[in-house]
């Protein structure tokens, strides 16, 4: 069934890059599903970087993409917020990129302790101080403020291996308030879903492509659609004997993929 593919709803971080560094063949694979008529998504869970961000950084790659490629964690997390938190304050425990991300969308954010707090939204913040761990533990304390979180992923790979992600932090404020966020990014399925619904696409036209079985591959699944492993980040091939999330395809790398593509395609 992969020749049947159109689109492909990429991961970014340990799947087509690592920090500044793009993996050989990522361009490759891009502009041959391009050139089929295709369209690439990036569906990550980095909530660092707003969709802006993202497409100047692919632009220093010599990749062009417009911002509705991009369905990032925190802008799936904003659009969750605008529908649930219109008008009501926030505290955002993120970096400077997402609190503005959250702004521009309309919403209201503080840095303070204040009794009319309604939620918590924490993503990856690579910022992060004591003094916001301070904050974000006094209001979840109270069991009126409600939690959300961009994404689940524990850690994410750089260069020289892994440092925390948002689910990193979020277990360490678990074990001092006992509280888990509701998770709007990746493996939710609705980040899938408004990308196929941007191209009118079938399931059978999708592959969802990423490093990670708890968050990529169990996306994919959640959706209703075929996912590919790669083994350039989190997941390894020892890791598919006891895991719920069994991809449908398991490639070494992007470029594997790709022959794997163009030999399905008759190439």
Not at 36 to 63: C, H, L, M, P, Q
Not at 163 to 190: A, F, S
Request: hydrophobic share 35%; with cysteine; aromatic share 12%.
């Amino acid at each position: 069934m992969l020749k049947d593919k159109r689109y492909f709803l990429f991961d970014i971080d340990g799947t087509l890059a690592v920090d500044e560094t793009l993996y050989d063949g990522t361009k490759e694979l891009l502009d041959y599903i391009e050139k089929i008529g295709g369209k690439s998504f990036y569906i990550t869970n980095n909530s660092v970087k707003s969709r802006k961000d993202y497409i100047e950084k692919f632009a220093r790659w010599g990749i062009r993409a417009e911002a509705s490629q991009f369905m990032t964690a925190s802008y799936a997390t904003c659009e969750y917020l605008k529908a649930h938190y219109a008008g009501k304050k926030l505290f955002v425990l993120g970096t400077p990129s997402f609190r503005k991300e959250v702004e521009e969308c309309g919403l209201f954010v503080t840095e303070q302790v204040e009794p009319d707090v309604a939620c918590v939204v924490a993503g990856f913040d690579r910022t992060l101080h004591y003094g916001k761990i301070e904050t974000a533990c006094e209001l979840l304390l109270r069991t009126e403020v409600d939690y959300i979180g961009t994404n689940p992923d524990y850690r994410c790979p750089t260069a020289f291996g892994f440092v925390p992600d948002c689910g990193g932090i979020c277990e360490m404020l678990k074990v001092t308030v006992d509280r888990t966020p509701y998770y709007v990014g990746k493996p939710n399925p609705e980040i899938v879903r408004m990308c196929m619904e941007q191209v009118n696409a079938r399931p059978e036209e999708v592959l969802v492509v990423g490093d990670r079985l708890y968050t990529d591959i169990a996306c994919g699944i959640n959706a209703g659609v075929q996912t590919a492993l790669v083994y350039t980040g989190e997941a390894k091939p020892e890791d598919l004997k006891e895991t719920e999330y069994m991809p449908d395809y398991a490639f070494a790398d992007i470029r594997t993929l790709l022959q794997a593509f163009k030999r399905a395609k008759g190439e």
